[in-house]
C-alpha cells in the first residue's frame, strides 16, 4: 500500500538559523584592541557560557552584540547577524526594536542597575511601553505575571518598591524580570550572581535555567566555573580579548586543551584538597621552621553572644584555634561571621562569652590591660585599597608597622625596619619595585600581599583573614592562597578564614564552621562537614555551588 | 523608645533651628548696627553736619529712643520686644515696620520668583543642548556657564538697559509696571544664577549618564536622548535643587544692588535706605524676614528632595 507523500523534512544536515552570530568580531577603543577576531553563536534552546577574568573582554563581546560598545568604540566583524539578517547595516532606530524584545540584557550589577528613583515595577514596565505592548492594564498585568515567573513573592507589593528597599537577590530577579518582560527569545546576562550569597545564586541559576527551557537561548558572562558547569551547554573560554577554546561544557573543562583553560582549572580551590598548591608562582623566600614556634591552642571563643538592637548578631558561639591550623566560618550575609570576627579581634566585645588568646583572657579586660596581646592577632580583609593609607607609598606603610611600639619588645631603629620591611616584602612575594609605590598602582593581587605583610609586621600568631581573596581574579586567588599555605607553614600561623566561598574554604581548612542567623548550625572537620553534610542549611549551601550532574572532575 | 526619640529629633529639631536662625541674625544686626562708628542721633536729627541740634535735643532723643542705657539692656530690650512679635517703628519713615515691609514684599517676591523661574530656564537650556553633543558643545556649555557664572549684577543691569531699554526700547528703563519692567531686572538677576547652576547641573547630568542603570535602560531599546531627558534629567535635578535654597536667600541680598539700577521698589532698596539712616527696627526687621524665608526656602527644598529621591522618603532599615 503506497504511503501518501510526506511534506519532505528538511535534511538533516542543514543547520537552522541561530539567533545571534558573530564572525570574527574586532573592537577597539582608542589604540587600543580589546576583542580580537572573537566570533560566536548561539541557537535557540542553547546556554554558551563567556568565561574569562577581569579585563579579558568579555563584557565588551556582549555588548557588541546589541550594538552598544560604548562611545568611542571601532567595532568590525565579517559577520553580525541576527536570526539570519545583517544587522551592521542596520540603523538606530531598527537596533533599538531588537533591544529588549529580541534580546533580554541584564546587567552585572543589579543595585546601580536599576534607577534608583523608580519603583521596580515601573522599571520592569518599561521594555512593554517601549515597544507598545498593549494598553496600561495588559501591561501591569505582564508586569504581575512576569514577576511571579520570577520567584518575586508578593509582587503587587514589591512593583511599588525602590530597589533600595530590596534585598540583593530580590533586586537581582527584578532586573532579570525587566529583561524577561517580552520574553525575548535571547537573554544575554553578564556575571548574573556574582556578589550574591550561595542561596540566593543557586535560585537565579535555577531560573535562568528555566528560560532556557522554555526554547530560549542564553548567552551568560561570568568568571566562576562553578556556575559554567551547573548551567551551560558549551563554554567559550576568554583570554586578552580572544576566544582561546571553545566546546561542550564537559569536554572542555574535562579535556581542555589549551593551557590557559588548564591553568583555569588548576587555580579553581574547590577542585584541589588542601595542601595542593594551585598556582605556577614561584615560592617566596620564606625562612626555615625555626624551634621555637607556637603551639596548642592560640585563640579560643566560649559561649559568645552579641546583640544589636534586640537582633541577635552571635549567639552561643564557641571555637578553638590551634597553631598551624585553619579554622574556616561560612555562612551568608548576615549569618554572624563578620561579628565573631570582629569580637575575636577584641574590636568588639562580646555581651556574653570570652575569649583567650595565648591563654589570657582576651574580651574581657581593658584596653590597657590587654594591649600586650594585640600584636598577637592581625587582620587582613577583603579590600586592602581602603585600609591603606593612599598617600603612602608600601615602604613606609610597612615600615610604619614595623615600628609600631610593642609593650616589652625594643622598636627597631630605622635602619633595622627599613631592613624588616624589606624582608617582609620578600616573605609575601612584593617584588621590590612595588615597595615604593602607592596602593593605588599596585594590581590587587599585589594590593593583598601587601596588607598580608604589614599583618605580619608584628610577628602575630593568628591571622583573621576576612573574605581576602573575594575581590581577585581566579588566577591571582590561587596565588593568594598558595601564599597563605606557605606562610602557614614557614611561621606556624593559625587563620581564622572568613568566607562565602565555599570551594575556597573547603581548599584552605581545617575545621570549619557553618553559621546561620547568628548561631553555629554545623562544625567539625572540614573533609567531614564537606562530605557529608548534617545540617540542612550545610546541605543548602553546597548544592548551590555543586553542578547539577555531577562531573568526576579532579577530585 | 527609640521611634520617639526620631520623632523627637524629627519635628523639634527644625523648629528650634529655625529659632536659633532668627536670634542670630537679629542679634548680629544689633550689635552691626551699634559698632558702627558716629552718634546714631545725630542721623535721627537729620544727617550729621548739616544741623545743628541744642545738646538738650540730643539727650531728649537720645532718652526717647532709650539710646542713654547700657548696651546689654538696649539688647534686652530690642530681642524682648522682638519676641513678643512687636517689630516697633521705623526711626527714618516714621511707620510701623510691619506696614513697610508688607508695601514693599510683593514687588521683590515677584522679582525673587520671575528670576529664579529665569535662571532654571536658562540653565536647563543650555545644559540639555549642549550634552551629547561631543566634547566640543560640552566645552561651550560649559564655558559660558562659567562667564556667567561671573558676571557682576550692576554690569550686567546697565548692559541689559543700554541695548535692549535704550537702544531697542523693548522694556522700560526705568520702573515700569506689569511683566514690562520687570522682565530685564529678573534677567540680571538669572543669568549669573544660571550659570552656577547649570554648572551642578551639568556634573550631576553627566555623571547620571555613566551609571548603569542608563544602560539598562538603553538595554531595554531606549533612545538616547530619551534617556537623557526623561531618565539621567531627574537625578541631575537634586544637585540644582539644592543650590536653589541658597539661591533665593541669594537673590534677596543681590537685589538691593538690583533694585536700586532699576530704581525699583522693593526689600532691597528699603534695606539700603535703612542702613544708611541707621534705621534699626526697620534693618532688623528686614533682616529676619530674609532669614524666615531662607529657613521656609530650606524646608520647602527638603520636601522637594522627597519627591525627587524616594531614598530619602523611607530611611534604610538597620
Known amino acids: 500500500m503506497p504511503t501518501p507523500e510526506k511534506p519532505v523534512p528538511p535534511p538533516a544536515s542543514a543547520q537552522p538559523v541561530p539567533l545571534i552570530h558573530a564572525g570574527n568580531l574586532t573592537v577597539g577603543f582608542g589604540g587600543r584592541t580589546v576583542v580580537r577576531g572573537v566570533s560566536l553563536t548561539v541557537h535557540r534552546g542553547e546556554t554558551l557560557a563567556l568565561v574569562g577574568e577581569s579585563g579579558s573582554g568579555k563584557s565588551v563581546t556582549a555588548r557588541t552584540l546589541v550594538g552598544l560598545t560604548g562611545p568611542g568604540a571601532r567595532v568590525r566583524a565579517d559577520r553580525l547577524e541576527w536570526e539570519g539578517e545583517d544587522v551592521r547595516a542596520w540603523s538606530e532606530r531598527r537596533r ?3 533591544r529588549g524584545r529580541g534580546i533580554g540584557f541584564v546587567l552585572q550589577d543589579a543595585l546601580v542597575s536599576l534607577d534608583p528613583l523608580r519603583p521596580v515595577g515601573k522599571e520592569i514596565e518599561d521594555a512593554l511601553k517601549l515597544h507598545a505592548y498593549g494598553d496600561r492594564a495588559a501591561r501591569r498585568a505582564r508586569v504581575r505575571e512576569v514577576m511571579e515567573q520570577v520567584a518575586i513573592p508578593d509582587p503587587a507589593l514589591r512593583a511599588a518598591q525602590y530597589p533600595h528597599e530590596l534585598s540583593g537577590g530580590l533586586r537581582q530577579r527584578a532586573l532579570i524580570a525587566s529583561a524577561l518582560a517580552l520574553d525575548p ?14 542561596t540566593v545564586q543557586a535560585q537565579i541559576l535555577d531560573l535562568l535555567a528555566a528560560a532556557r527551557s522554555r526554547e530560549r537561548g542564553l548567552l551568560f558572562i561570568t568568571h566562576d566555573l562553578a556556575v559554567v558547569r551547573r548551567l551551560a551547554d558549551r ?47 614561584p615560592r617566596p623566600a620564606l625562612p626555615e621552621p625555626e624551634g621555637e614556634r607556637p603551639r596548642g591552642v592560640v585563640l579560643a571563643a566560649e559561649g559568645l553572644h552579641k546583640t544589636y538592637r534586640g537582633r541577635t548578631a552571635v549567639a552561643d558561639v564557641s571555637f578553638a584555634l590551634a597553631a598551624g591550623r585553619t579554622l574556616g566560618i561560612v555562612g551568608e550575609s548576615g549569618s554572624g561571621k563578620s561579628t565573631t ?11 556574653r562569652g570570652t575569649v583567650t588568646l595565648h591563654g589570657e583572657e582576651w574580651s574581657a579586660p581593658a584596653e590597657k590591660a590587654r594591649r600586650h596581646l594585640r600584636h598577637h592577632i592581625q587582620l587582613v580583609h577583603q579590600d586592602p585599597l581602603s585600609a591603606f593609607d593612599p598617600r603612602w607609598t608600601v615602604r ?37 619595585d612595588t615597595l615604593d609605590r602607592h596602593p593605588l598602582h599596585l594590581s590587587g593581587g599585589q594590593r593583598q600581599r601587601a596588607a598580608l605583610a604589614r599583618a605580619l609586621a608584628p610577628r602575630p600568631s593568628v591571622l583573621v583573614l576576612d573574605e581576602p581573596v573575594s575581590a581577585l581574579d581566579v588566577s ?20 581564622l578564614f572568613i568566607s562565602h566561598d565555599l570551594g575556597v574554604v573547603q581548599h584552605t581548612s581545617d575545621d570549619v564552621l557553618v553559621m546561620q542567623d547568628g548561631w553555629i548550625v554545623e562544625a567539625g572537620p572540614a573533609a567531614a562537614v564537606f562530605a557529608a553534610p548534617a545540617h540542612p542549611h550545610t546541605r543548602a549551601l553546597l548544592d548551590a555551588v555543586r553542578p547539577l550532574t555531577p562531573s568526576g572532575a579532579t577530585r | 523608645m527609640t521611634a520617639t526619640v526620631a520623632r523627637l529629633r524629627r519635628y523639634g529639631v527644625r523648629p528650634a533651628g529655625a529659632a536659633l536662625v532668627l536670634w542670630a541674625a537679629a542679634t548680629v544686626t544689633f550689635l552691626a548696627l551699634h559698632l558702627v562708628p558716629g552718634d546714631p542721633v545725630l542721623v535721627l536729627l537729620g544727617g550729621g553736619s548739616g544741623a545743628n541740634p541744642t545738646p538738650e535735643t540730643i539727650a531728649a532723643i537720645r532718652h526717647a529712643y532709650g539710646l542713654d542705657q547700657p548696651l546689654y539692656a538696649q539688647y534686652l530690650h530690642h530681642i524682648g520686644r522682638l519676641v513678643t512679635g512687636d517689630l516697633g517703628v521705623s526711626t527714618s519713615l516714621k511707620e510701623p515696620v510691619a506696614g513697610v515691609i508688607t508695601q514693599q514684599l510683593p514687588a521683590t517676591i515677584e522679582l525673587t520668583a520671575l528670576a529664579l523661574l529665569f535662571a532654571w530656564l536658562l540653565a536647563g537650556a543650555v545644559v540639555l543642548l549642549s550634552t551629547g553633543r561631543g566634547a566640543l558643545g560640552r566645552a561651550l556649555g560649559s564655558g559660558l556657564e562659567t562667564v556667567a557664572a561671573g558676571l557682576p549684577h550692576f554690569w550686567l543691569g546697565v548692559v541689559l538697559l543700554y541695548v535692549f531699554a535704550f537702544r531697542l526700547g523693548w522694556f522700560p528703563v526705568a520702573g515700569g509696571t506689569g511683566i514690562a519692567g520687570l522682565v530685564l531686572p529678573a534677567l540680571t538677576l538669572a543669568v549669573p544664577l544660571a550659570g552656577y547652576l547649570g554648572q551642578v547641573t551639568r556634573g550631576a547630568l553627566l555623571t547620571a549618564l555613566e551609571q548603569p542603570f542608563v544602560t539598562s535602560a538603553r538595554l531595554r ?35 538691593v544692588v538690583v533694585e536700586s539700577v532699576f530704581a525699583r521698589q522693593g526689600i532691597g532698596r528699603a534695606l539700603l535706605n535703612a542702613v544708611l539712616a541707621r534705621d534699626l527696627p526697620l534693618v532688623t526687621g528686614i533682616v529676619l524676614l530674609i532669614a524666615a524665608v531662607y529657613v521656609l526656602v530650606d524646608l520647602a527644598v527638603d520636601l522637594l528632595h522627597a519627591v525627587v529621591d524616594p531614598r530619602i522618603r523611607t530611611p534604610r532599615e538597620l
Request: aromatic letters at 2%.
Open chain 1, 96 to 98: 533599538r526594536r531588537i
Open chain 1, 185 to 198: 527569545p535571547l537573554l544575554i546576562a553578564d556575571e548574573p550572581t556574582t556578589a550574591l550569597d550561595a
Open chain 1, 235 to 281: 563554554v567559550a573560554v576568554m583570554r586578552g580579548g580572544e576566544i582561546v577554546e571553545e566546546g561542550p561544557v564537559g569536554h572542555v573543562l574535562q579535556d581542555p586543551q589549551h593551557a590557559y583553560t588548564r591553568h583555569l582549572l588548576a587555580a579553581d580551590p574547590a577542585l584541589h584538597p588542601k595542601g595542593a598548591r594551585l598556582s605556577a608562582a
Open chain 1, 341 to 351: 570576627a570582629r569580637i575575636a579581634l577584641g574590636l568588639t566585645r562580646p555581651d
Open chain 1, 396 to 432: 613606609r606603610t610597612l615600615t610604619d608597622a614595623v615600628r609600631l611600639h610593642r609593650p616589652g619588645h625594643r622598636t627597631p631603629g630605622p635602619a633595622e625596619a627599613a631592613g624588616r620591611a624589606r624582608e617582609l616584602a620578600a616573605q609575601v612575594g612584593l617584588p621590590a
Open chain 1, 476 to 495: 591571582v586567588q590561587a596565588q593568594v592562597l598558595d601564599l597563605l599555605a606557605e606562610l602557614q607553614d614557614a611561621f606556624g600561623l593559625a587563620y
Open chain 2, 221 to 255: 531599546g531606549m533612545s538616547s536622548a530619551a534617556v537623557r531627558a526623561r531618565r539621567a534629567l531627574r537625578h541631575a535635578l537634586l544637585p540644582p535643587l539644592t543650590l536653589s535654597g541658597w539661591a533665593v536667600g541669594a537673590l534677596f541680598s543681590s537685589e
